[in-house]
């Protein structure tokens, strides 16, 4: 047990759907992320967030609205996307962001986009 | 723009073997240096961090090596057990230090009984 949770575990969704991913960190951190892993490519942070605000946004398109309403959740809002955006979605947390901080991953949320 | 290659990128051996497996980046100018383990399905588990002023770190049967001039790192896993089959991920902090890390693609191991 990581600490990390995300829910749901697998989803499965049409193009024109809205959805939403979420994660809950148990270990009192201060910053939380979204990763995206695709089949075939490195993982790749999308978002960071440190007390709640946005630190860092990696060039991800706006189908993609991240959520952080306080230290311990973070969500992943989906909508209008595209069969490419199917991957393993994995949330982590740290304590902070400077680099000596170790990021705890969650188990991820496997989307498939039809 | 820093990039993270690992090699190989899948690896088979008996159990008992020693194995390294190897991470190298373009910009040696990195904070520190991250191994994380990553079973089917599953989340990444944190092995060890290098700061970027270390040459080292160890756990139990891990060595991690950190040689950032040259751009590289090594994981060495002694006498390999099946149980450290999984896909093993190197990755990088680089400036500007938002938390942001950089990942190779990974090398799934196989520790064949």
């Known amino acids: 047990e990581t600490g990390v949770t995300q829910t749901p575990r697998h989803l499965v969704m049409g193009m024109t759907n809205k959805k939403s991913l979420k994660c809950e960190q148990h270990?009192?951190?201060?910053?939380m992320y979204w990763y995206k892993q695709s089949a075939k490519k490195p993982l790749e942070l999308m978002f960071v967030?440190?007390?709640?605000?946005?630190?860092e946004n990696n060039s991800v398109p706006s189908r993609f609205s991240p959520e952080c309403p306080n230290s311990s959740h973070l969500f992943l809002h989906l909508h209008t996307l595209q069969p490419e955006d199917s991957a393993l979605y994995l949330c982590?947390?740290?304590?902070?962001?400077?680099?000596?901080?170790?990021?705890?991953f969650g188990p991820g949320t496997r989307l498939t986009v039809l | 723009k820093q990039e993270v290659t690992q090699i190989p990128a899948a690896l088979s051996v008996p159990e008992g073997e020693n194995l390294v497996l190897n991470c190298s980046f373009t910009?040696?100018?990195?904070?520190?240096l991250q191994w994380f383990r990553q079973d089917p399905g599953k989340g990444l588990t944190s092995l060890l961090l290098?700061?970027?002023?270390?040459r080292e770190q160890t756990s139990g049967r891990l060595n991690a090596s950190l040689d950032k001039s040259s751009g590289r790192s090594t994981l060495y896993i002694a006498a390999s057990q099946p149980g450290d089959s999984a896909t093993y991920l190197c990755?990088?902090?680089?400036?500007?230090?938002?938390?942001?890390?950089?990942f190779g693609q990974g090398t799934t191991l196989q520790v064949k009984p």
């Open positions: 982590a947390s740290s304590p902070g962001t400077g680099g000596t901080n170790t990021q705890y």
């Open positions: 270990l009192g951190h201060n910053a």
């Open positions: 967030y440190s007390l709640e605000e946005r630190v």
């Open positions: 910009d040696s100018a990195i904070y520190n």
């Open positions: 290098i700061q970027s002023s270390q």
């Open positions: 990755a990088v902090r680089s400036p500007p230090d938002t938390g942001k890390l950089i």
